[in-house]
């Protein structure tokens, strides 16, 4: 099982972002794929998970300004990231689970699955 994050990268406050999270070795269509991010001396935290039926939740912290979304032809799910702040840089990792209950979705520890994490950094 294989996860690869990319798109990050340096973006001046307001601006976006879309990270992409390729998947290979799996079913993707049945996984729950998350995205979290940590920050220097920070813990790891959620930031967005999709279903496989396409169910989403947020942080409230992103809420109304990113978007996970997935394609099961690509094995791919993305992270649009608008409206960017600088307290949103971080490393951006992703992860996947096939059988994550609704209840662990927000819980780091309950995904089987890691990428290797891209960098994105929101400063002027």
């Known amino acids: 099982v294989q996860l690869q994050a990319s798109g990050g990268g340096l973006v001046q406050p307001g601006g976006s972002l879309r990270l992409s999270c390729a998947a290979s070795g799996l079913t993707f269509s049945r996984q729950t794929v998350g995205w979290f991010r940590q920050a220097p001396g920070k813990e790891r935290e959620f930031v967005a998970a999709?279903?496989?039926?396409?169910?989403?939740y947020y942080a409230d912290s992103v809420k109304g300004r990113f978007t996970i979304s997935r394609d099961n032809a690509k094995n791919t799910a993305y992270l649009q990231m608008d409206s960017l702040r600088p307290e949103d840089t971080a490393v951006y990792y992703c992860?996947?689970?096939?059988?994550?209950?609704?209840?662990?979705?927000?819980?780091?520890?309950?995904?089987?699955?890691w990428g290797q994490g891209t960098q994105v950094t929101v400063s002027s």
């Open positions: 992860a996947a689970d096939p059988s994550l209950i609704l209840s662990s979705i927000r819980v780091s520890r309950a995904y089987d699955y």
């Open positions: 999709i279903r496989y039926n396409g169910y989403t």
